[in-house]
C-alpha cells in the first residue's frame, strides 16, 4: 500500500481507507511506509547526523511510528512526506541537544595511549590526580561533588551517571559542563604561575 497522497487520483474513500490502516498500524501499511519513506527520513536526519547517531536516530523515528498509536494518530492527513519530515527533523535536533555537553569517554582513553613510558604516564596520572584533588578540596561547589565523583574519578558515562545519581541526564550534563569550565579556569591558572 503506498501513502494515499503520493497515488494519483485516489478516491477520499481510499484515502480513508489509507489512514484508518495506517492508524491502526496494520503491517502491511506499515511495511510499505518504511519501504518507501525511509530515503525521505534518512536524508532529513543525515542533514543534521552521520555515522551511528544517524541510524539510531532513523531507526527511532520509524521505531516510534510502529510503536506509538497517538503518534500515528497526529496525522490527520495531507502530505505524509512533509509531516515525516517535520518529525524527523525535530527528533534529529533532540538527539543533538541531549548530546551537546556530553564528552565521549574515548577522547580520554585516546590520551592515555599517547605512546608515553610508564614512568612518564605514572607522573602524568600523579599530577592529574593531584590537581583534581586540588580542585575539588579548593573550587568545586558541594551540590556538583557527586557528579564530579561519576564522571571525573570513576569515569561513568553520562547515562549510566545519571541513573546512579538519580538525576535527568540533562542535568548532569549541565553540571559536568559547569564542573569543566571551573576546572579549565582552575588548570589554566595553575599553569600560568
Not at 539510531?56 to 512526506?81: A, K, P, Q, Y
Request: glycine letters at 6%; hydrophobic letters at 40%; one cysteine or more.
Amino acid at each position: 500500500m503506498a501513502a494515499y497522497h503520493d497515488m494519483p487520483q485516489q478516491t477520499a474513500t481510499t484515502e480513508q481507507a489509507w489512514l484508518d490502516a495506517f492508524h491502526s498500524g496494520d503491517r502491511a501499511c506499515m511495511a510499505a511506509l518504511y519501504e518507501g519513506q525511509f530515503d525521505v527520513v534518512d536524508r532529513v536526519v543525515g542533514g543534521i547526523l552521520s555515522g551511528f547517531d544517524r541510524e539510531n536516530v532513523v531507526h527511532e523515528v520509524f521505531f516510534r511510528l510502529l510503536s506509538d498509536d497517538g503518534l500515528r494518530r497526529e496525522f490527520h492527513g495531507g502530505s505524509l512526506s512533509s509531516w515525516l519530515r517535520v518529525m524527523a527533523r525535530n527528533q534529529a535536533l533532540d538527539h543533538v541537544r541531549s548530546r551537546r555537553f556530553e564528552v565521549p569517554l574515548s577522547e580520554h582513553r585516546q590520551a592515555r595511549s599517547s605512546g608515553l613510558s610508564i614512568e612518564d604516564r605514572l607522573e602524568q596520572r600523579t599530577h592529574v590526580r593531584l590537581t583534581l584533588e586540588r580542585f575539588r578540596s579548593h573550587v568545586l561547589p558541594a551540590k556538583w561533588e557527586r557528579v564530579f565523583v561519576a564522571r571525573f574519578l570513576q569515569q561513568q558515562d553520562q547515562p549510566t551517571a545519571a541513573r546512579s545519581l538519580g538525576m535527568r541526564r540533562t542535568t548532569l550534563a549541565y553540571q559536568e559542563y559547569r564542573i569543566r569550565k571551573l576546572l579549565e579556569r582552575f588548570v589554566l591558572r595553575r599553569e600560568k604561575t
